[in-house]
């Protein structure tokens, strides 16, 4: 090799070292047995340093298939929940969603042509890149537990909107709150 072509790679190793890239971590539990891949935390306050429940599918009150929250008809009757709330810095669904998820996961199972797109958001704290990685991180999270329910993953899409949708206007903590969601769309 001539003191060109080294020269050459060389640069192109350095530029490609020094490219900067967000890091992208699986949903809360990364590997294990269903029921743990979809588990829900008790008192979430991190990713995950405590211990997991499983998910068990409780029978709610009935769901139907009439018009719901969205407007577009789709998707199990109004008064069920579509949207699951994190904490600060957080992707791991906490216990009191439980019967969101349950009651979703439901309507989903009891109609296999439904389709759901799960939209991760993200308070207005912190770069793009890192709200992007994590609202994808709770869109999955939300996802896993969905799937540990039963639900189809072909009835299913994660995405992740980070700060650029927010719930609630301002920069106060209650805004802040209501922002850090997954919403449950149905198509």
Do not use: W
Request: aromatic fraction near 6%.
């Amino acid at each position: 090799m001539t003191p060109r072509h080294l020269l050459v790679l060389a640069a192109a190793a350095l530029a490609l070292g020094g490219c900067s890239s967000v890091r992208l971590n699986k949903a809360p539990v990364e590997a294990g047995n269903a029921a743990s891949a979809g588990a829900i935390k008790s008192g979430a306050t991190s990713q995950g340093e405590a211990a997991v429940a499983p998910l068990q599918a409780t029978p709610l009150a009935p769901v139907g298939g009439g018009a719901g929250a969205s407007g577009g008809g789709a998707g199990p009757a109004a008064d069920v929940a579509r949207s699951v709330y994190f904490g600060y810095n957080s992707y791991v669904v906490d216990d009191k969603y439980r019967p969101v998820l349950a009651a979703n996961a439901q309507y989903l199972t009891n109609n296999p042509d439904a389709h759901a797109q799960l939209q991760g958001n993200t308070d207005a704290r912190g770069s793009r890149e890192y709200n992007l990685a994590l609202g994808q991180k709770r869109a999955d999270a939300v996802m896993k537990g969905l799937e540990v329910l039963g639900v189809s993953p072909s009835q299913l899409e994660a995405v992740s909107f980070g700060k650029e949708k927010p719930k609630a206007e301002g920069h106060t903590q209650a805004a802040y709150a209501e922002n850090r969601r997954v919403d449950i769309v149905y198509k």
